[in-house]
């Protein structure tokens, strides 16, 4: 029987942005050694990954960071998890409202593309602004066969809720189906750091020109982002695995 090769080369950082993702995270790993950052807590764990190559195995070293919520705490958190442990991959794991009609409810959105739309510029053409701020997100380096079911797209990005107004104006404008709060931010410092990223986002609410369905029962919002973040978290290791990280 051939020994199996081990090494630890490889570092992962994990970002959870929202509140109530993090709180998935504490309830998933209740045991581990918190730390703190000027951002939030965060922790470390080691996964093992078979490679494929003559059978050996690879402990993947894992940090989970709380980044924190909306696009100052998500850019200056970016960075910082990137200036202390230069990742060789960054993943963002989190939750998105969709668009009622357009994606289903527990969707994983896998970005292709993140805009930041609200930026309103009077001097000069806003949309030279937004453009500033989108970032093409290269996937190539993923496998085809990515482990669990993705619908990839682009993800629109404000320091806001989703606005039952804005619906039409950002289908019909950036053909968007989901938005969130951090993703934008999240892409385009990666993309400044050239580091590869990765960002899923689970749909835990939709939104309609009736109005937002978790906007007046935040128990919707908890009770589906606790089944997308444990299911990400459960698929971290083939995720990590699909790409060329290793």
């Not at 998935?24 to 918190?34: A, C, Q």
């Not at 990005?157 to 950002?170: A, F, K, T, V």
């Amino acid at each position: 029987m051939k020994k199996k090769t081990v090494s630890i080369q490889k570092k992962a950082v994990v970002i959870i942005s929202a509140n109530a993702e993090w709180k998935v995270i504490r309830e998933i790993y209740p045991k581990v050694t918190l730390k703190r950052s000027p951002f939030g807590e965060w922790f470390s764990d080691t996964i093992s990954i078979r490679t494929g190559k003559k059978n050996a195995e690879t402990l993947i070293k894992i940090i989970y960071f709380h980044g924190g919520w909306g696009k100052i705490a998500a850019a200056a958190s970016t960075q910082y998890v990137i200036d202390c442990w230069k990742p060789e991959l960054l993943l963002n794991l989190g939750t998105c409202g969709g668009f009622q009609g357009e994606i289903d409810r527990g969707t994983i959105i896998l970005a292709e593309k993140t805009i930041v739309y609200d930026i309103y510029e009077l001097m000069y053409p806003s949309q030279d602004h937004v453009g500033h701020y989108s970032t093409d997100i290269d996937l190539s380096w993923l496998a085809d066969d990515f482990p669990i079911e993705v619908r990839e797209t682009l993800l629109v990005s404000g320091d806001r809720d989703l606005s039952q107004e804005e619906i039409p104006e950002l289908k019909a404008k950036y053909h968007a189906v989901a938005g969130d709060w951090e993703s934008g931010a999240i892409a385009h410092v990666a993309r400044l750091n050239n580091t590869p990223v990765i960002i899923l986002r689970g749909v835990s609410d939709l939104v309609s020109d009736a109005g937002g369905e978790a906007y007046k029962n935040v128990e919707i919002f908890e009770s589906n982002t606790r089944q997308i973040i444990k299911k990400l978290v459960e698929n971290l290791p083939k995720i990590i695995s699909s790409s060329k990280f290793l």
